[in-house]
């Protein structure tokens, strides 16, 4: 069993940046792959970045590229979500989520993801 837990989300204003944090308790926590994904009010929950069980492979989705960065510590068990340029349109909640992948790839959908935390809000005023 891992418990994941969100922090780090508030209010800033478009062109600010933030970070969010996820803490992964329980074991083994280099063997699962990370995601960060957010949920709009009235929308489906939708992909923002993963990374491999090493770190070594990162992915994105096409509206955080080049502003969103994710990284992990697997000696501290957690992971980040440094996210820059923000916009209004990526206010919502943002949750982070573990998947035990043994084949060591890197799913982007959330029903591949086998953990999540409760979410943090992140609203971008204009």
């Known amino acids: 069993q891992v418990q994941v837990v969100e922090s780090g989300g508030g209010l800033v204003q478009a062109g600010g940046s933030l970070r969010l944090s996820c803490a992964a308790s329980?074991?083994?926590?280099?063997?699962?792959?990370m995601g960060w994904f957010r949920q709009a009010p009235g929308k489906e929950r939708e992909f923002v970045a993963a990374m491999s069980r090493s770190g070594g492979r990162t992915y994105y989705a096409d509206s955080v590229k080049d502003r969103f960065t994710i990284s992990r510590d697997n000696a501290k068990n957690t992971v980040a979500l440094t996210m820059n340029r923000l916009k209004p349109e990526d206010t919502a909640v943002y949750l982070c989520?573990?998947?035990?992948?043994?084949?060591?790839?890197?799913?982007?959908?959330?029903?591949?993801?086998?953990?999540w935390g409760q979410g943090t809000q992140v609203t971008v005023s204009s």
């Open positions: 989520a573990a998947d035990l992948n043994l084949s060591g790839s890197v799913a982007l959908r959330p029903d591949a993801y086998d953990y």
């Open positions: 329980g074991r083994s926590f280099s063997g699962y792959a």
